[in-house]
């Protein structure tokens, strides 16, 4: 079965056709376009929604001609279109919802709502054909950190998830104020290479107790109060170190409630998600809480780890499999509605 999956929740607008058969174990992307919109936002230092949703307008029909197009198929040989509705910038995802909805219904095709969480999930049965749930997600995004227990391929229970910023917020912020264009959560990763990551010592995210719940605004005042302490001084702090030591902080606290709830759930499996998968310091650590507990990880490629509609597609097949449908009055939500 062919899905066209369409992404607009952020400052990507995506398009995408993927091949999906679980019963004969196809899973295979036949075309993934992103268009990104970061050299508009980089003006501004961040996404600016209203810029945003203009500019899905813009693009959405094109990519999606496009997405059809590379896949050598027609709107005929789509079995269902699958769009996120949730969770993400309001205006936003109400075009790639409108335009799914205008397009699903036009040529008489099932539309399915996917949550964008999912979605990020799903990137991973697309890179790893074996990987079935249940399994434990690490979904590390600009707007998301959190731990699920996925039970099924649509039935996710939330474990752990932040009180506050995500760690994707969380770079982007301190990177902007050291001087990086946005989105600078990639360059303060390699900024952090060869720095000392013990040179200051930083309030780590995880909470304590036994919950697995996050907070990354301590850090990111700690941070700041550092960063204008120093300048007030008129003294220059080390920015290796300072990258290092930020990045080692989250991270390491990312990686505590991540082993505590693998030991808590006790699955053998586990995914790591997001655009912030594509840290390497972040990879590196749960690949060793997973090496330590004989737990297999799947961490998508990079290209599926920031948002794409190729793993919208696929999380839209399992839910169109479990009975997911939109109907002309499907809306768009910016809170997360599992
Ligand atoms: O999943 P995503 O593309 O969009 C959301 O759903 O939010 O994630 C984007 C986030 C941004 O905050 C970006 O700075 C961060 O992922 N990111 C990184 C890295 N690459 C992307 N953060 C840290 N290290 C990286 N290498
Ligand atoms: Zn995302």
Request: charge should be negative; hydrophobic fraction near 45%.
């Amino acid at each position: 079965m062919l899905i066209l999956g369409l992404e607009s929740s952020c400052d990507e607008t995506s398009a995408a056709v993927v091949e999906m058969d679980e019963k004969s174990g196809v899973r295979k992307i036949l075309s993934d376009i992103v268009a990104s919109q970061v050299d508009i936002h980089k003006l501004y230092g961040g996404v600016v929604p209203e810029i945003a949703s203009r500019a899905h307008v813009e693009a959405v029909s094109g990519i999606t001609y496009e997405a059809l197009k590379q896949a050598g198929a027609g709107t005929k040989d789509v079995g269902a279109v699958a769009v996120t509705a949730c969770p993400g910038l309001i205006g936003a995802l109400l075009v790639g919802v409108n335009f799914a909805k205008s397009l699903a219904f036009s040529h008489h095709i099932p539309l399915v709502p996917v949550n964008h969480i999912c979605g990020h999930v799903a990137a991973a049965y697309l890179c790893d054909p074996e990987l079935k749930p249940p399994h434990l997600a690490l979904v590390v995004s600009g707007g998301h950190t959190a731990l699920y227990d996925v039970k099924d391929f649509t039935v996710y229970e939330t474990i752990g998830t932040t009180r506050d910023d995500a760690a994707g917020e969380a770079f982007d912020k301190i990177a902007r104020v050291m001087g990086m264009p946005y989105p600078g959560g990639a360059a303060l990763d390699k900024m952090a290479d060869g720095g000392d990551p013990h040179a200051f010592a930083l309030p780590s995210p995880a909470l304590g107790g036994d919950g697995f719940d996050f907070s990354f605004s301590g850090i990111k005042t700690a941070a700041l109060n550092l960063i204008n302490g120093a300048q007030m001084r008129g003294e220059q702090l080390n920015q290796n170190n300072l990258a290092a030591s930020y990045v080692h902080t989250i991270v390491t606290g990312i990686a505590k409630k991540t082993a505590a709830a693998l030991d808590k759930t006790g699955y053998g499996q586990m995914v790591l998600a997001g655009g912030v998968a594509a840290n390497a310091h972040l990879r590196a650590e749960i690949a060793k809480v997973c090496q330590v507990r004989g737990v297999k990880l799947t961490v998508p490629p990079l290209n599926l780890c920031g948002d794409n509609a190729a793993m919208i597609a696929a999380a839209g097949y399992y839910a169109y499999e479990a009975g997911a449908r939109g109907d002309t009055f499907l809306n768009a939500s910016a809170a997360d509605t599992f």
